[in-house]
């Protein structure tokens, strides 16, 4: 008797755990499981695009100052003037091509 009992309580626990496992494998094939999976994996990788685009702008700005303090000859102003939008890149007294649409 105490036998049978002792095997129908290793049953339910089996059983029980069992019906754990399938439901818990079910709630994570279910779209909304596996949606929550594709969310966390975009955010691993936005945070690691994130990172990487940090580091590549600080080694940037490392060249930037580098060159800029090769060719500004340690004279404590820039070389070359920062290149702002908006400028005009063509030098002064430049004349303008005339306009060809008439094919004169």
Do not use: C
Not at 30 to 46: K, L
Not at 55 to 61: G, L, N, S, T
């Amino acid at each position: 008797m105490i036998r049978r009992l002792a095997y129908l309580v290793a049953g339910a626990a089996l059983g029980g755990y069992v019906v754990h496992k399938l439901n818990r494998t079910a709630r994570a094939w279910s779209p909304a499981g596996i949606a929550v999976r594709v969310e966390d994996q975009v955010a691993d990788y936005r945070a690691a695009l994130r990172e990487f685009n940090e580091d590549i702008h600080d080694a940037m700005r490392q060249r930037e100052a580098e060159l800029q303090r090769r060719y500004d000859g340690g004279s404590g102003r820039p070389a070359l003037p920062p290149d702002l939008p908006g400028r005009a890149t063509r030098p002064r007294g430049a004349i303008d091509a005339p306009d060809m649409k008439d094919g004169r």
